[in-house]
């Protein structure tokens, strides 16, 4: 069974002031929900069990996902309603809602891209990554090997140096393999910082998307490219 994690537990203060009443998964793009345009993508790619996470506004993405009937999947959520867990601890929390063999496609509810989920290797931890600019950087080595993080703005290096510079996509595949490091993890943490170190004893391999053309719908001028972008997909 294919299962993935949207994120939509977060507080969307860069859409302040429409998240001011609602939460950023239900804010509209192309008429429909940021949350519609993540679960139809994942429904046409085969995934059946989906676990939302929700803190701000929680009832209602809760209320619209009963509303829609699941979209006729196993939707499942994970209620951060109590204080929000940041990605990795809201994975974590998260964990019990899946099947603990398989892995775990985890994607921002407010990603829109025209990447072939289908495409993706599932069978180890896997960052997707592409050439677009930005001012943070995950680094590789030329086996695509994950070794480090850096912002180029302010020189700060998280891990290790190396020479494949290219920028995350808010998308990445969770693997069982490292289900037993979040035992040293406190409950609320960035996933990012969990394989900043797991890469360190774990093989942890980006996935290039060549011609991937992504927007992250996180502010408000991005909002008013949305539209145009949705179409063009």
Not at 141 to 160: A, F, P
Not at 170 to 180: A, D, K, Q, R, Y
Not at 206 to 227: F, H, I, P, S
Request: include cysteine; aromatic fraction near 8%; glycine fraction near 6%.
């Amino acid at each position: 069974m294919k299962q993935a994690m949207i994120f939509a537990a977060g507080l969307g203060t860069r859409l302040k002031p429409l998240t001011d009443t609602m939460p950023k998964a239900l804010v509209r793009v192309g008429g429909q929900p940021l949350i519609w345009h993540v679960i139809q993508k994942l429904k046409a790619s085969g995934y059946e069990r989906i676990v939302v996470n929700v803190h701000h506004f929680a009832y209602q993405i809760v209320t619209y996902l009963e509303e829609n009937h699941n979209f006729g999947l196993d939707i499942r959520i994970s209620d951060e309603t109590s204080a929000l867990l940041e990605t990795g601890g809201g994975i974590k929390k998260a964990l019990p809602l899946f099947d603990a063999n398989e892995p775990i496609l985890i994607h921002n509810v407010d990603i829109l891209s025209n990447l072939d989920l289908e495409a993706l290797p599932m069978d180890a931890p896997l960052l997707v990554v592409s050439e677009r600019q930005t001012k943070r950087y995950l680094m590789f080595d030329d086996e695509m090997r994950l070794h480090g993080w850096t912002n180029i703005e302010t020189g700060q290096v998280k891990g290790e140096k190396a020479d494949k510079l290219l920028a995350f996509s808010g998308i990445h595949v969770f693997h069982p393999s490292l289900v037993p490091l979040l035992d040293e993890w406190p409950e609320r943490f960035p996933i990012m910082d969990f394989y900043l170190k797991a890469c360190g004893t774990h093989l942890i391999r980006g996935y290039e998307a060549k011609d991937l053309r992504l927007l992250d719908v996180g502010k408000l001028d991005t909002l008013d490219n949305a539209e145009k972008f949705i179409k063009s997909l």
